[in-house]
């Protein structure tokens, strides 16, 4: 029986979608801005590049993007790859609600994420208070707000579920008994670790880092509220040029620089990653983790289980405490009165105190927001299943490669200049989408879309091709053996996909606040609305709003896990 | 099933192109009632108005007002620059006074001598050629902490100079002009105050008397001033925070538990403007709206909706007002060319100054 090779034809079709998608909807938008840009330099296109390349900001602009990126990164690995681990090899009480609770950080919007960390470690924040209650000092001692400590503790507490995910789903498929074997033979515990978990391991732990060098590389919010005015990387300085000094050509050229870059490093990692890919045979959990039978496990677990609460939780627990609690008792009645428990910034949400266009009681916000989390998440694995599928059938050609590197670009953009890439280039029928709230899950797509990829490909990749093969021999279709081994086997790794496109856009809040049609703001519109306004009630409602987003991806997220489609090992 | 998926993506592909098609669509024109046209208003995102008010006006006009917001101001106005030859609103609301050369410059208000800018006082008039009507105004100032200086048994600056004094030391908590709208204004009113030739050297000894900066003004406010749990009193901020610190406290028997500083020259008064964006097809309606806008039932409306004040002078204040705001005699004062001229000068001046 003859073997059918697929040939080159269904591979362009399986690039035609997240081709034309990316084509439309960001190098068109894209190149139209930087060209408009860079063509209302009066001295020349040529100029705005000498400017930045003379410029001593660009530099030190640069080199700091570099090194807190780097920082931020290593940061969240050292946190990271031990818990992924728990998550993996162990089976304890409480695990999926654990798991549920670290990846919320990954979509808390920013301002909200400040808030938690005031009321942590502001200057009148628990650990200040307690600090000066112990010592009995009369000024704080901890500076936490404006220092790079904030950034990089911000940057490991939004990414480090990027980690726990990726490289965790991973490794809980791994045949725990190529390293028992190892240790029969007498590998010591580290030889173990060094020659053989952390090889089998690098291909997720690498495109995990990846993305989480990329999502610091392009830090806006954090870097701006967090690290206050001495900071800047590239991504502010481009806000900053754009919006206060309204130098589109310089702007244009920074942007370029940070696409530069992000296309070096993903180009960088294919090359380092290019052998890394050993199909292996992926199992059961019911094989792979174990329940925590010995102390040294109780122990071990313990202490990354404490390491995530305080790092991931705790902030989240703050913040949802801070919301039931009167913010200020009344100065005039009771001098000494504590503040105390209250439901009123819950109940205020769904009273339209002064009767404004624009009101929207707090279960629309989340309905609107759930619709574009939906329609993000399909998208995205409309356009990335194919691409990845593309992507692992021929690693090793340069075009792959290439696409590979291209596909990442998005994630390198700097958003405000992809907003106003959209007005100057979605401006014509049919395609006018400039105050159309299809924007919304279009530009939410262009985020969420690199990440199913990247969550997909290692799996598909890890696939034995002699069993396609075998398959294949024995008379599948190429149909069936996609439909009966690579989706039993990647089914997985979708899911994964689609809650990180899931929760990507439920967070997102720079692309969304460019071009939200005000009537239908999403929760994060709706939090930061409140949040730009004085008084007691519009702070509460916000802390309410913020716990309420929480919840409810909370309970999305520990749904989307408990959901499970053709669990491996079950055939 | 491979082929299942990809012609899903196709299809949601087209699906997507077409819905976004069919929103251009109108309906076929009734004989009965003509169907209302539409009026598109471009904004800021703090941009908020009472549905009665916009109501009112969609009825007597039979017409559909469509909101579009488009991030913060600047981001907003560049939006409006960058689509001007083919525009997708018919006026643009929320240029202020550090923002009007940039949109006088890049010509994108028709000029409209609206008959209600009789009733607005002149020094709102910035433009004299009408392309950018004066619509609302608001003081950037410093505001104060009542309880932290009485519990301190410390007097609250009086001025600007002030702040340089050993007791404030510590206790300034400052937004980055750069990043910040009433930093901008902040940064404007020591200029207009001290002069283009020694605000740095204000601004050094600021420094020297430790004055914090932050990027925005929700962190200086919500994280730093320690009214809302920060360590620092004394904050740059609106004169209307107080009143509103009242009002959107839930408690109408509240009194502010902070104050403002008015002296003259501390504060930057901002004034906010509206124009007809050039090439609408809709001026009729256009002007409609902006006398509207400058209307008093609008007028009326727009300090509880976005805490800005009235330009239209036959408008009275609410009660809770003329009784907490405190407005100040003689703001400072910067003309919008000098600001557009220096604005890039002055920012990195400042930045060098108080940040390295």
Not at chain 1, 141 to 157: D, E, G, M, R, W
Not at chain 1, 224 to 243: F, S
Not at chain 2, 229 to 236: E, F, K, M, N, S
């Amino acid at each position: 029986m003859k073997v059918k090779r697929p040939g080159w034809i269904p591979y362009a079709l399986l690039w035609f979608p997240p081709m034309v998608f990316l084509l439309l909807f960001y190098f068109y938008p894209l190149g139209s801005i930087l060209r408009i840009s860079l063509d209302r330099s009066q001295p020349g296109q040529i100029s705005p590049f000498f400017e930045a390349i003379t410029s001593p900001v660009t530099l030190r602009v640069l080199s700091f993007t570099f090194w807190q990126a780097s920082l931020s990164t290593l940061l969240t690995l050292i946190i990271g790859l031990p818990g992924a681990y728990l998550f993996a090899h162990y089976d304890f009480r409480g695990k999926s609600v654990l798991k549920a609770l670290t990846s919320i950080p990954f979509l808390m919007p920013t301002l909200v994420v400040a808030s938690a960390f005031t009321v942590l470690m502001g200057p009148s924040g628990w650990l200040n208070l307690g600090i000066m209650g112990v010592f009995n000092l009369d000024k704080p001692p901890l500076q936490f707000n404006n220092t790079l400590t904030a950034i990089l503790v911000a940057h490991v507490f939004y990414n480090t579920s990027i980690v726990l995910r990726m490289v965790g789903d991973y490794w809980s498929h791994l045949d725990p008994h190529i390293g028992q074997a190892a240790q029969m033979l007498g590998a010591k515990r580290w030889q173990v670790i060094r020659k053989i978990t952390l090889p089998i391991l690098s291909p997720a732990i690498s495109a995990a880092a990846l993305l989480v060098f990329i999502f610091n590389f392009t830090s806006f919010g954090v870097i701006l509220i967090l690290g206050g005015p001495r900071y800047a990387t590239l991504e502010v300085e481009i806000y900053y040029q754009t919006v206060s000094l309204f130098n589109l050509p310089l702007a244009a050229v920074l942007c370029l620089l940070q696409l530069g870059c992000t296309l070096g490093l993903t180009l960088l990692y294919s090359r380092l990653t290019k052998r890394l890919n050993i199909p292996l045979s992926l199992k059961s959990h019911k094989i792979t983790q174990q329940k925590l039978s010995t102390t040294r496990s109780k122990i071990v677990a313990g202490i990354l289980i404490t390491v995530l609460t305080v790092l991931l939780v705790l902030p989240l627990a703050a913040l949802a405490i801070r919301s039931v609690t009167r913010l200020e008792p009344d100065r005039r009645l009771q001098p000494d009165a504590s503040p105390g428990f209250t439901l009123d910034y819950y109940r205020q949400l769904g009273t339209n105190r002064r009767e404004s266009i624009f009101f929207t009681p707090p279960l629309t916000a989340i309905v609107i927001s759930l619709g574009y989390a939906m329609a993000t998440t399909v998208l995205a694995l409309c356009l990335g299943i194919p691409a990845a599928i593309a992507l692992s059938r021929k690693a090793d050609s340069s075009f792959n490669q290439g696409m590979d590197a291209i596909l990442m670009l998005p994630l390198g953009t700097s958003a405000v200049t992809l907003g106003l890439g959209f007005i100057v280039a979605l401006d014509q029928p049919p395609l006018d989408l400039r105050s159309s709230w299809l924007l919304i899950p279009l530009a939410h797509t262009l985020v969420a879309f690199p990440f199913v990829v990247r969550n997909l490909t290692p799996a598909l990749r890890s696939i034995q091709p002699r069993i396609r093969h075998a398959a294949a021999m024995l008379g599948a279709s190429p149909v069936s053996v996609f439909r009966y081994m690579d989706i039993p086997m990647v089914g997985r790794a979708v899911l994964v996909a689609g809650a990180f496109a899931f929760t990507i856009s439920m967070g997102e809040f720079g692309a969304t606040s460019l071009i939200a049609r005000p009537e239908y703001p999403t929760v994060p519109v709706a939090i930061f609305r409140l949040l730009s306004r004085p008084g007691e009630i519009n702070y509460g409602q916000a802390l309410a709003l913020s716990t309420i987003l929480m919840l409810i991806s909370f309970i999305s997220i520990f749904f989307i896990d408990k959901f499970r489609i053709g669990e491996i090992g079950e055939f | 099933m491979r082929i299942t998926i990809i012609k899903s993506s196709y299809l949601f592909l087209v699906f997507t192109i077409i819905i976004s098609s069919c929103s251009k669509i109108t309906h076929a024109p009734s004989l009965i009632t003509p169907v209302p046209r539409l009026l598109t208003v471009m904004t800021h995102d703090s941009f908020l108005i009472s549905e009665a008010v916009v109501s009112a006006f969609e009825i007597e006009n039979n017409v559909t007002v469509r909101f579009i917001t488009s991030g913060d101001a600047g981001t907003a106005l560049n939006k409006a620059i960058l689509s001007k030859d083919n525009p997708f609103a018919d006026v643009f609301y929320g240029v202020d006074n550090t923002f009007l050369s940039r949109a006088i410059n890049e010509k994108i208000f028709e000029p409209y001598s609206s008959p209600l800018l009789d009733n607005i006082p002149f020094q709102y008039k910035l433009d004299p050629q009408n392309r950018a009507l004066p619509v609302d105004w608001g003081d950037v100032c410093l505001n104060y902490d009542i309880a932290y200086f009485s519990d301190h048994n410390l007097q609250p600056p009086n001025n600007l100079e002030d702040l340089l004094k050993p007791e404030y030391k510590d206790l300034l908590v400052v937004e980055n002009p750069a990043t910040s709208s009433p930093g901008l204004a902040f940064l404007l009113a020591t200029i207009g105050h001290f002069g283009d030739n020694q605000y740095l050297d204000y601004w050094n000894a600021l420094v020297a008397n430790n004055v914090l900066v932050v990027n925005d003004w929700n962190t200086a406010y919500y994280t730093n001033f320690t009214r809302w749990g920060g360590d620092r009193p004394i904050v740059v901020s609106y004169s209307s925070s107080p009143p509103f610190e009242v009002i959107e406290s839930g408690k109408p028997d509240n009194v502010p538990q902070t104050a403002v500083v008015t002296s003259n020259g501390s504060c930057f008064r901002q004034t906010e403007f509206v124009g007809i964006l050039l090439g609408t097809n809709n001026r009729d309606l256009a002007e409609k709206w902006i006398d509207y806008m400058l209307s008093p039932i609008f007028q009326e409306d727009m300090p509880l909706q976005m805490y800005v004040f009235p330009v239209n002078s036959n408008v009275k204040l609410d009660v809770t007002f003329e009784r907490y705001l405190s407005i100040p005699q003689d703001p400072a004062y910067v003309s919008p060319e000098d600001i557009a001229l220096n604005r890039e000068t002055w920012i990195n001046a400042w930045t060098e100054t108080v940040l390295r």
